[in-house]
């Protein structure tokens, strides 16, 4: 049974840093593309960053490139999302998804695994 728990959430503020984890059970995270989603009340979960099973390829989303960083750690079965320069519109849920050797796909309908979601605030 695929499971995906995030974790690292909390209360910053503006300019700060956070690292967001995800840890995978039942899947090896080599055989799988791995992506970031993120999604404020009311609207649909945005897509933020995907890495390929093959980790040769790494797509951001516009509004994060240049300040966060995906990461993954095999030996641990855990990606990682590190956030720089977070603004109050970074503001949301973020979830990890998980897709079996699939192409980084930016639409979260594609995922086939979910964690629960683990809470960032950016907040004066």
């Known amino acids: 049974q695929v499971q995906l728990v995030e974790s690292g959430g909390g209360l910053v503020s503006p300019g700060d840093s956070l690292t967001l984890s995800c840890v995978a059970s039942?899947?090896?995270?080599?055989?799988?593309?791995m992506g970031w989603f993120r999604q404020r009340p009311g609207t649909e979960r945005e897509f933020v960053v995907a890495?390929?099973?093959?980790?040769?390829?790494?797509y951001y989303g516009n509004d994060v490139k240049g300040r966060f960083t995906m990461s993954r750690e095999i030996p641990k079965n855990t990606v990682y999302l590190h956030m720089n320069y977070l603004n109050v519109e970074d503001t949301a849920m973020y979830y990890c998804?998980?897709?079996?050797?699939?192409?980084?796909?930016?639409?979260?309908?594609?995922?086939?695994?979910w964690g629960q979601g683990t809470q960032v605030t950016v907040s004066t």
């Open positions: 998804a998980a897709d079996p050797y699939g192409p980084a796909w930016r639409s979260p309908y594609e995922y086939d695994y």
């Open positions: 039942g899947m090896n995270i080599s055989d799988y593309s």
């Open positions: 890495m390929k099973w093959q980790a040769e390829t790494t």
